[in-house]
T-cell receptor, first 113, second 113 residues
Framework: DQQVKQNSPSLSVQEGRISILNCDYT??????FLWYKKYPAEGPTFLIS?????DKNEDGRFTVFLNKSAKHLSLHIVPSQPGDSAVYFC????????????FGKGTTLSVSS | NAGVMQNPRHLVRRRGQEARLRCSPM?????VYWYRQLPEEGLKFMVY????????ESGMPKERFSAEFPKEGPSILRIQQVVRGDSAAYFC???????????FGQGTRLTVV
C-alpha cells in the first residue's frame, strides 16, 4: 500500500512554460513534505519543502502547494528550463519518531527547448 | 563539509558472492537511511539506523540482507549470496536527527552477473 503516490510517471513541457508535478498521500501521518530532484547516475538532491501547517512555500522558480483536505501537493516550476529535466520525487516526513522518509515513485520531467 | 559518501560507485558481483556497500554520513549526522531503486521504480526504503542501533528495518528483505552503523566507521549494507534481482542502485542518506530532510549520497550501482 503506497502512502505517497505520484501518478504521472512522466511530463513533457516546453521551455518557458510552467511545469506542474503532482503528489497524493493516503493518510495524515506526515508532518511535512519534501521534493527531491534526481539526475541520472546521481543521488537525489533536496529541492524544497513544505510544512503541513502551511499551504504554500516558494523558492525562486519553485513553488510547492499543499491541499490538506484533498491530501494533495504539487510542485510548480516556472519558467521551466531544459536543465530542470530530471526525475522529481515527492517524500513525506512522518510525524512518528523512528520512521524514515517515504517516497513516491517519481515523475520524469522533460523540458524541451 | 563533505556530503554523504558512498563507495564503491559501481560494484559487479557474480551470483552467490557477497556485496558490501559503504556509506559515510555527513559530519554531525547520526541518522542513516538506505534506499534501493530498481529499474523503473522509485526509492524504496530499506533500513534506518542510528549509531549502533537499527531503528527500522521493515523495508529490508528478511534473508541475505543486513545493515550496521557501528560506533566508528561507515554504515555497511551487506548482501549475501547475491542474485540477479539484487541488481539496483542503492542510495544512502543521512540526517542530523529525526524529522529533518535527508541528504543523499551518489549511490552504489550493483550489477549481479
Amino acid at each position: 500500500d503506497q502512502q505517497v503516490k505520484q501518478n504521472s510517471p512522466s511530463l513533457s513541457v516546453q521551455e518557458g512554460r510552467i511545469s506542474i508535478l503532482n503528489c497524493d498521500y493516503t493518510n495524515s501521518m506526515f508532518d511535512y513534505f519534501l521534493w527531491y530532484k534526481k539526475y541520472p547516475a546521481e543521488g537525489p538532491t533536496f529541492l524544497i519543502s513544505i510544512s503541513s501547517i502551511k499551504d504554500k512555500n516558494e523558492d525562486g522558480r519553485f513553488t510547492v502547494f499543499l491541499n490538506k483536505s484533498a491530501k494533495h501537493l504539487s510542485l510548480h516550476i516556472v519558467p521551466s528550463q531544459p536543465g530542470d529535466s530530471a526525475v522529481y520525487f515527492c517524500a513525506g516526513v512522518p510525524n512518528q519518531a523512528g520512521t524514515a522518509l517515504i517516497f513516491g515513485k517519481g515523475t520524469t520531467l522533460s523540458v524541451s527547448s | 563539509n563533505a556530503g554523504v559518501m558512498q563507495n564503491p560507485r559501481h560494484l559487479v558481483r557474480r551470483r552467490g558472492q557477497e556485496a558490501r556497500l559503504r556509506c559515510s554520513p555527513m559530519k554531525g549526522h547520526s541518522h542513516v537511511y538506505w534506499y534501493r531503486q530498481l529499474p523503473e521504480e522509485g526509492l524504496k526504503f530499506m533500513v534506518y539506523l542510528q549509531k549502533e542501533n537499527i531503528i527500522d528495518e521493515s523495508g529490508m528483505p528478511k534473508e541475505r540482507f543486513s545493515a550496521e552503523f557501528p560506533k566508528e566507521g561507515p554504515s555497511i549494507l551487506r548482501i549475501q549470496q547475491v542474485v540477479r534481482g539484487d541488481s539496483a542502485a542503492y542510495f544512502c542518506a543521512s540526517s542530523p536527527g529525526f524529522h529533518t530532510e535527508a541528504f543523499f549520497g551518489q549511490g552504489t550501482r550493483l550489477t549481479v552477473v
